[in-house]
């Protein structure tokens, strides 16, 4: 184990290459320059031997260079990553045709991709037409506060014609050049994590999963999980229909195994043996529901709600996501809704009708917290919409009556480091946030509010010594037995299971 891992630490990080998408407006030129791409830059042979539309591309440039691109329609995956919070693409091309304006979707290609935060390099397209105005689009992109680099700004722009074949080598470097400044990593001896990219069932196979690797190393017979869906992998097929026996990141593939159809951008996380699956994937249930079932104050007809936005746009998209789910169920009554932070009087409100508040990326007032817990009303905040409709469709279904485990949470600690220590492995180094984290307890490793790990803290460290307490604000040192896929900013929870206090 402690070889093991002393093995991690020295490879810890490898290159990948990076996944690319190609944004626009309908009919800018994405198709033509992803065909381009493929025509010019994979083999004829290797083309031809493509026997599995994945909808993604590996292109080979060089020896050294290899990029993914994900293929329309990529805006799909694109829009349903930015939905879930998740990002599966390192580097955005967004083609513009400079024979024509820059249009709305242009305007939300940018936003999308600058609200996940990944790099925009523009491609100025059908510079071979007459009526083609590079300037006007430059002048344009300024306009919104995007300078690209000949107007000595921050964004690279290539001047092409997907048509022609014009500008391509060039831009390619480009997208080569902001790869390298990325510089990406994965750890090969971690568990994959990635995204799925497109699901399908058919006879022949069952379900099948298109997915990208972010980390890790995907073996044949591993488990993955990813939401409510999971199974063995029993099959892994490259686009051109060779089976693998492993995958690493960036590379898409195409797997067999899973029980159900995962969306596009939903994340997996792949696991060694079954029984670890199942106890995460039961843990993550409870987790999801339990806690706060309890509470709800709800009638057996229907769930009353009052909801509070940062902006009337969340707060449209809120309300129409409730409408939504309400027509599919007839059970939401919605009382009130506003902009604004939670405070007072929208407790008392929620007290009358007997309701729960919904925030979403809104700030819950300290007087206004301790009146709710006073009251037993149940306040919830999101910043991801996908998540709030996950709970809100819960509390309308009849199961949440059943699952009952109480926990008692000692404490909660966030890593801020991690090394090895020579006999025990992989050691985090963590700040404890909230009351204490004690020895022989149950912890739960979480990661986007998802738990990743379950297991015991048999080792707890406080300067280097042996401890049975750490309370908040002090360091400490934790080591979690078997798991190594530990992320800066993970948090550790330490928690007793107390079936005697079941409500
Ligand atoms: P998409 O909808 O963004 O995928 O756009 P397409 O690649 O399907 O292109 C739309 C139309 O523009 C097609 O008729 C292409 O032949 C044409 N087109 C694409 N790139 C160029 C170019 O560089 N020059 C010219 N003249 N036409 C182009």
Known sequence: MTKKIRRNNKKASLSRDPVIILLGHVDHGKTSLLDYIKRSKVNYEEYGGITQNIGVYKVNINKNNSLTFLDTPGHEAFMAMRYRGTQITDIAVVVIATDEDIMQPVKDAINNAKSVGIPIIFAFNKIDKNNSDIDKIRRKLAERNILVEEWCGAYQSQEISAK???????????????????????????????SIIESSLNKE?????????????????DYILVGEIFG???????ERGNQLKYVRPSRPVLIFGLNGAPNAGDIFHSY?????????FSYQKEQDHTSDVKD????????????KADLNGSLEALTESLEKISRNNKKINLIYKSIGNIN??????ADTYKAMIVGFKVKISSAAQKLANNNNILIKVYNIIYKMEKKIKYFLSNNAK?????????????IKNFFTIRKLGIVAGCIVLEGKMVRNSTIKLKRDDKILYVGQLNSLKSFKKDVKVVKKGSECGINLTNFNNLKIGDIIESYKENHNHLR
């Open 164 to 194: 022609y074949g014009i500008g391509i080598d060039k831009l390619i470097e480009k997208i080569i050049l902001e790869a390298e400044l990325l510089d990406l990593k994965y750890s090969p001896e971690n568990f994959a994590v990635g």
């Open 344 to 349: 007072e009087s929208d407790v008392l409100l």
């Open 272 to 280: 060694k043996t079954e029984k670890e699956l199942k106890k995460i």
């Open 205 to 221: 196979n069952g379900y099948t999963a298109t997915i990208i690797i972010k980390d890790g190393i995907l073996n044949l017979g």
């Open 296 to 307: 709800v104050k709800q009638d057996q007809e229907k769930l009353n709600l009052i909801i």
């Open 232 to 238: 063995k992998v029993i099959k892994i097929l490259d």
């Open 402 to 414: 059943s699952s009952k485990r109480e926990e008692l949470i000692y404490g909660r600690a966030k």
